[in-house]
C-alpha cells in the first residue's frame, strides 16, 4: 500500500521526483486503464482496434494513390516513404493531442484521489503505443512487400523512436500544464498541427519543392520524422535530423521537470 | 499508528475565467460559499480554508460540521493528499481511504472483476493484495454471474454494491467520509452498515463531514466546526454542537430559546407537580382499595366467628335441652333435684352473649367507626 507517510508544504523538487518515481511504479494500474480506454474506444465493434490500422492503411493507400505520381521517385520507395513517415507522424501528432487534454480529462479522477501526475500521463502514452503498434503492421506488411531487408542502420530507427517516447512524456507534461491554465492552447494546437502535417515532408519530398525546403527544414517535425525514416529506408543516418532531435529531446525534458515542479500542485486547481 | 497534523493550512481555489468587473467584497457575502477574496489585481480566489491547525492522534474520531461551502469536503481532500495546499505544512501518517469518491475510475464496459482490480490498484494496493481479497469482495457484494459482465449493465444499486465492496474491502489506519455511506437495498443496507461501522472501528483516526447531527454524535468523539474555511471550534462532541448551535441564532432568538426553555423548564415542572399529584392520588386510591379488601376480609372472618358461634350456641342449648330433658327425666326420680334453676340461668346468659354479638358485628359493617 502506498502513503504510508507523507508530507506536504516543502520541497517541490523531491515531490515532482515522487510524483514521477510514483506514477512509472504502478505500471500494472496504468497498463490495465490504457487498455481499458482502448476497449472502450471500439466497444462492440467487430474488428476492433484493428479498425486503426485499416484506416491508416487506407490513408497511405490514397496518398501514394494521388501523390504517388507528382513524386520523381518509384512506387515501392514512394509507399514505404509515406508509410513510415505517416507513421512517425501519427505517434507525434497524436502525442500532441492527447498531451494537451491528458489532465483535463482526467479531471475526475484528479480530483478523486491522490494519484501522481505521471500516471496519467503513463496512460495516454500507453495508449498511443498500443495505437501505434497496430498501425505498425502496416508499415511491416509494406516494407514485406516490397522487400526492404532492413540492415543494421535500421536501428537507428529504433533510437529515433525511443527518443520520440521520451519527446512525448515531455510534451504531455508540458502541454498538459499548459492547456489546462490556458484552455485556448489546445485550439491553437489544433490549428496548428493540422497546418504541420503539410509542411512536414510526409506525402512529398524535399527535392520536390526545391527552394521552399531552404525553409521548411526548420520546422522540427522534419528532423524527427527524417531520424525516424531515413535509416529504416534508406540506410542511412541523418547525422544532423538526430543532432537537432536530441536537442529539442534535451529541452523538453528539462523545462517538462520545471514546469512539473512549478506546476504539480497547481493543476488540480486550474481544472 | 495513524496521525494527522495540519499547520496553518490555507487553501484557496483560483476563479480563472470570471467576470472580474463584478465587485464582490466578503464582508457583504451572506448565504453558503466561503470568502471570496481579490489575490491581486489578476486572480480572484475562493478561499476554501484559512489558516486551519488541527492534530489528530489514534482513537480520535472526528467530525466536521459547517454549512454548505464551509470548507469540509475540502478539508477531507487536503488532507487525503488530493489538493496540496500553497501554504501550510501537513504530515499524515497511515494509509488512507477517503470514501469520498466511491466508484472512482469505474470502466463501464469493463467487467466488474476487471473493475475490482482497477479499484484496488487505484487506491494504492498491489495487485496480490487485491486478489487476495477478490473472494471477500465477490461474496460481499452478492451480484453473481454480473462479476463477468460489463458494468454497464448493471443497475445503479448493483454498481453501488460493486462500489461500495470494493471501497470497504481494505482496512485503513485514516478513514475520510463525506457524509456517512449508505448502499442498496433494506438488507444489503443492513450489511453494508454492519461493514462500515466494522471499519471504522478498526481504523486509527476517522473524520466524517456530516449535517447529520445524530450520526456525529454517535460515531464521532470530537467535533470541529467549520465556518468560511475557518475552524470556528474544535473540541467535544456536545461542548462544539452547543457552540454551533447558539451561534447560529440572532440575540433576539437566543432569548427567545432562553425562554423557550425557560417555558419548558416550568412546563416540566407543572408536569412533574401533576405527575406527582395523580400518581399520589392513584395511591391513595390505592390504598383504600386495600383497605376495603381487608375491611372485607375482616368482617368475612367476623360474620364466620358469628356463625360459629352461633351454631356452638345453638349446639349448647341443643346439649343444655338434652340435659334438662335428662333432668327432668331424673327429677321426676329423686336423683334429678335441683337442676333446673340452674339450667335457666344458662340459657338466658347465652342468649344474652349472642345479642351483644349481633351488636358488636352490626356497629363493625359502620366504617365511619372504624377510622
Not at chain 2, 174 to 181: A, G, P, S, T, V
Not at chain 2, 206 to 211: D, K, Q, T, V
Request: aromatic fraction near 10%; glycine fraction near 6%; include cysteine.
Amino acid at each position: 500500500m502506498s502513503l504510508a507517510v507523507y508530507e506536504l508544504g516543502k520541497g517541490q523538487r523531491a515531490a515532482a521526483i515522487q510524483d514521477i518515481a510514483d506514477g512509472f511504479s504502478r505500471w500494472r494500474l496504468w497498463m490495465a486503464l490504457a487498455l481499458e480506454d482502448i476497449n472502450r474506444r471500439f466497444k462492440r465493434t467487430y474488428i476492433g482496434v484493428l479498425w486503426t490500422t485499416l484506416s491508416f492503411a487506407l490513408f497511405v493507400g490514397v496518398k501514394v494513390l494521388i501523390f504517388g505520381r507528382m513524386a520523381p521517385t518509384d512506387d515501392a520507395f514512394f509507399t514505404n516513404y509515406v508509410a513510415l513517415g505517416f507513421f512517425a507522424w501519427m505517434y507525434i501528432s497524436s502525442s500532441i493531442a492527447d498531451g494537451s487534454n491528458v489532465f483535463v480529462v482526467s479531471e475526475g479522477w484528479i480530483k478523486g484521489g491522490r494519484l501522481p501526475l505521471t500516471l496519467f500521463v503513463c496512460i495516454s502514452i500507453t495508449r498511443s503505443l498500443i495505437l501505434a503498434f497496430y498501425n505498425f503492421l502496416v508499415v511491416v506488411a509494406l516494407l514485406a512487400i516490397y522487400k526492404v531487408a532492413p540492415s543494421w542502420t535500421a536501428l537507428w530507427s529504433v533510437v529515433a523512436f525511443s527518443l520520440f517516447i521520451l519527446c512525448s512524456f515531455a510534451i504531455h507534461f508540458i502541454l498538459g500544464t499548459l492547456c489546462t491554465r490556458f484552455r485556448d492552447m489546445a485550439h491553437l494546437i489544433q490549428a496548428i498541427m493540422r497546418v504541420m502535417f503539410f509542411l512536414t515532408p510526409i506525402f512529398w519530398l524535399p527535392e520536390q519543392i526545391g527552394p521552399l525546403w531552404r525553409y521548411l527544414q526548420y520546422n522540427p517535425f522534419a528532423h524527427f520524422l527524417m531520424a525516424f525514416r531515413d535509416p529504416l529506408l534508406t540506410g542511412t543516418v541523418p547525422v544532423q535530423s538526430f543532432q537537432i532531435v536530441l536537442a529539442i529531446t534535451a529541452v523538453l525534458l528539462v523545462s517538462s521537470f520545471t514546469l512539473l515542479v512549478f506546476a504539480r500542485r497547481r493543476i488540480i486547481f486550474w481544472l | 499508528m495513524a496521525s494527522i497534523l495540519l499547520q496553518n493550512v490555507t487553501l484557496s481555489y483560483p476563479i480563472l475565467g470570471s467576470d472580474r468587473s463584478k465587485v464582490m467584497p466578503e464582508d457583504r457575502l451572506s448565504g453558503a460559499g466561503s470568502l471570496i477574496r481579490d489575490d491581486s489585481s489578476r486572480t480572484r480566489s475562493v478561499v476554501a480554508l484559512e489558516n486551519i491547525s488541527l492534530e489528530l492522534k489514534d482513537g480520535d474520531r472526528l467530525g466536521l460540521i459547517g454549512r454548505n461551502g464551509s470548507g469540509k469536503s475540502t478539508l477531507l481532500r487536503v488532507i487525503a493528499g488530493v489538493f496540496e495546499p500553497l501554504e501550510g505544512y501537513i504530515r499524515v501518517e497511515g494509509h488512507i481511504a477517503g470514501l469520498f469518491s466511491l466508484g472512482l475510475g469505474i470502466q463501464p464496459e469493463a467487467t466488474g472483476y476487471k473493475n475490482i482490480l482497477i479499484s484496488g490498484l487505484m487506491a494504492g494496493f498491489r495487485r496480490e493484495e487485491v486478489l487476495e481479497k477478490l473472494p471477500e469482495i465477490i461474496d460481499f457484494c452478492e451480484l453473481g454471474e454480473y462479476l463477468d459482465m460489463p458494468v454497464r449493465t448493471y443497475s445503479n444499486g448493483m454498481a453501488m454494491r460493486l462500489k461500495f465492496a470494493c471501497a470497504t474491502a481494505f482496512n485503513a489506519d485514516i478513514l475520510l467520509m463525506d457524509e456517512w455511506l449508505g448502499a442498496g437495498d433494506p438488507e444489503f443496507q443492513d450489511k453494508a452498515q454492519k461493514r462500515l461501522r466494522k471499519l471504522v472501528d478498526e481504523a486509527g483516526i476517522m473524520i466524517l463531514a456530516s449535517h447529520n447531527h445524530s450520526v456525529i454524535r454517535r460515531s464521532c468523539n470530537k467535533l470541529a466546526w467549520l465556518d468560511r474555511g475557518q475552524l470556528r471550534a474544535f473540541g467535544t462532541v456536545e461542548d462544539v454542537l452547543e457552540i454551533y448551535e447558539t451561534a447560529h441564532l440572532t440575540p433576539e432568538e437566543i432569548a427567545e430559546r432562553e425562554a423557550a426553555r425557560e417555558e419548558a423548564r416550568r412546563k416540566r415542572r407543572v408536569e412533574a407537580s401533576r405527575a406527582r399529584r395523580r400518581e399520589a392520588k392513584r395511591e391513595e386510591v390505592r390504598q383504600a382499595k386495600l383497605e376495603d379488601a381487608r375491611r372485607q376480609r375482616r368482617i368475612e372472618a367476623r360474620r364466620e366467628k358469628r356463625r360459629e358461634e352461633a351454631r356452638e350456641a345453638k349446639r349448647g342449648e341443643l346439649r343444655a335441652q338434652r340435659r334438662q330433658a335428662e333432668r327432668v327425666e331424673q327429677q321426676d326420680k329423686p336423683s334429678g333435684k335441683g337442676t333446673k334453676p340452674r339450667l335457666a340461668k344458662q340459657r338466658t346468659e347465652a342468649k344474652g352473649k349472642a345479642a351483644q354479638n349481633r351488636k358488636a358485628g352490626r356497629k363493625q359493617l359502620n366504617p365511619t367507626s372504624d377510622r
